[in-house]
């Protein structure tokens, strides 16, 4: 089965360009997750979407950043205008989310992550 | 408030040796989930186990071993007779039960370094 997928694997841009990130979750998962890793802070969750909804955005960092989840098998997250702060490693994760506890439910699994410079 | 600790920010071995990451946690659920997830040079991270609060075996897997203790909130993560391929950070991880939230917390990470 293929994994999670993300699009680009490295993106070099330009202070005030747009950036987007794409991403394709394992089919049959229902949340998605979005990441950033920096060696400062580590891994911090951005937002998620439950059945392409999103639930929680809190861990966006400001408006400049925007993600949208237009069906079960696609994301984007989007950075506008990127500034050379945002710099950092992306990740996508999908989980299949159930009711069950004890469940094969919980587990994250991650994407490749498209490491971003903005210079 | 959940929080994952991971005291150790960088171990080195050499191949062969066993080695002991740690993993302390804080959480005022009394359901929860403990993870480990591996990072290696490539930059994936790798989901390694899933443990539930209510569920303190311990697990082998091959060389892998983990150790759930409640009583001190710890969940460590030891490799046996390490391997270079091991080299890796290696991130413990928190979260409530998917059904109230999504809140997953990492740990800083441990970066394992193992010589040949």
């Known amino acids: 089965d293929a994994g999670v997928i993300q699009s680009p694997r490295h993106e070099v841009t330009e202070m005030g360009q747009e950036v987007t990130l794409r991403c394709k979750p394992i089919?049959?998962?229902?949340?998605l997750f979005w990441y950033r890793q920096t060696m400062m802070r580590g891994l911090e969750l951005l937002i998620y979407?439950?059945?392409?909804?999103?639930?929680?955005d809190s861990g966006m960092p400001e408006d400049r950043f925007s993600a949208k989840m237009p069906n079960a098998s696609f994301s984007t997250l989007k950075i506008q205008p990127s500034e050379p702060r945002d710099s950092a490693v992306y990740f996508c994760?999908?989980?299949?989310?159930?009711?069950?506890?004890?469940?094969?439910?919980?587990?994250?699994?991650f994407g490749p992550g498209t490491r971003l410079t903005v210079l | 408030a959940q929080k994952v600790t991971q005291a150790q920010t960088e171990i080195s071995v050499v191949e062969k040796e066993d080695v002991t990451l740690d993993c302390v946690y804080e959480t005022r659920d009394t359901t929860y989930y403990l993870f480990w997830y591996k990072q290696p040079p490539s930059g994936e991270l790798v989901f390694l186990i899933r443990?539930?609060?209510?569920?303190?075996q311990n697990e082998i897997s091959g060389r892998y071993s983990w150790n759930f203790q409640k009583s001190t909130s710890s969940f460590n993560f030891t490799i046996t007779a390490s391997q270079v391929v091991d080299s890796a950070v290696y991130f413990c991880?928190?979260?409530?039960?998917?059904?109230?939230?999504?809140?997953?917390?990492f740990g800083a990470g441990t970066r394992l370094t193992v010589k040949p």
């Open positions: 089919s049959g998962h229902n949340s």
């Open positions: 979407f439950n059945n392409n909804v999103p639930i929680d």
């Open positions: 991880a928190l979260s409530p039960p998917p059904e109230y939230n999504n809140d997953m917390r």
């Open positions: 994760a999908s989980r299949r989310t159930g009711t069950r506890l004890g469940s094969s439910y919980n587990e994250q699994f």
């Open positions: 443990r539930n609060s209510f569920d303190e």
